[in-house]
């Protein structure tokens, strides 16, 4: 079945470090793929997503993009900062007779520090 | 405008009681989901709603799971008999429709159960 893992958590950086998550897949067919992000107290919110291969995500200075080729989405950002503190939660949605439902990987804790 | 509500924000029950939770989505949502989130874990997949119909109940993990949509719109999980392992935060998702798996689906804020 269809299956995301995510790197071992937590992380932790300084401010203004280079960030990566690493997020591997396993689907049939084509799948779209997405990052969520959790901040302390919140629910789940988009952070970007690409639909097909070849694809960059992006959104508040967070990158991603869709390789088909080694079946990754790993996530980027140049200079974290402390309001960056959070769970990020890689997913995808199969689409077709999934119906657009999320497999979601385990979660990774980032704590940023100043 | 309101985002996807759900309610309550917290639940204590106690083992063997039964309980409902409650989901409000966004408006002109047609696309419904629940998801179960464990602690340190991702949220997993129970029940896909389009319009009033379970088009997708895969991922309830027994018969004591129901959910309903009867117009279309708030969406109520019914557990019953609740036993401690169903402890964990439920979240609901809305999106516009399930368009291929690209649309974006929005959470509510969640229901932490906890069955003691």
């Known amino acids: 079945g269809d299956s995301v893992t995510q790197m071992e958590g937590p992380v932790t950086l300084s401010e203004e470090a280079f960030l990566t998550i690493n997020c591997t897949y396993t689907a049939t067919g084509y799948p779209s793929l997405f990052w969520y992000v959790q901040y302390p107290g919140e629910g789940l919110q988009l952070l970007l997503k690409a639909t097909k291969a070849d694809d960059k995500g992006s959104n508040k200075g967070f990158e991603a993009t869709y390789r088909k080729e080694t079946t990754s989405f790993h996530l980027e950002k140049g200079s974290v900062q402390v309001s960056d503190s959070a769970v990020y939660f890689c997913?995808?949605?199969?689409?077709?007779?999934?119906?657009?439902?999320?497999?979601f990987g385990q979660g990774t804790i980032l704590t940023v520090h100043p | 405008g309101a985002g996807v509500s759900q309610t309550p924000s917290n639940k204590v029950t106690e083992k063997g009681k039964y309980v409902e939770l409650r989901c409000d989505p966004i408006?002109?949502?047609?696309?419904l989901y629940w998801y179960r989130q464990s602690l340190g874990q991702g949220p997993e997949f129970l029940i896909y709603?389009?319009?009033?119909?379970?088009?997708?109940d895969s991922g309830l993990p027994n018969d004591r799971f129901f959910a309903v949509r009867p117009e279309g719109s708030v969406s109520t999980l019914k557990i019953q008999r609740t036993e401690r392992g169903d402890s964990a935060v439920y979240l609901c998702?809305?999106?516009?429709?399930?368009?291929?798996?690209?649309?974006?689906?929005?959470f509510g804020p969640g229901t932490r159960l906890l069955v003691l």
């Open positions: 998702a809305s999106s516009l429709s399930p368009g291929g798996g690209q649309e974006t689906q929005y």
């Open positions: 408006s002109g949502h047609t696309a």
């Open positions: 709603f389009q319009g009033t119909g379970a088009a997708d």
């Open positions: 997913a995808l949605s199969a689409g077709g007779t999934s119906y657009g439902k999320l497999t």
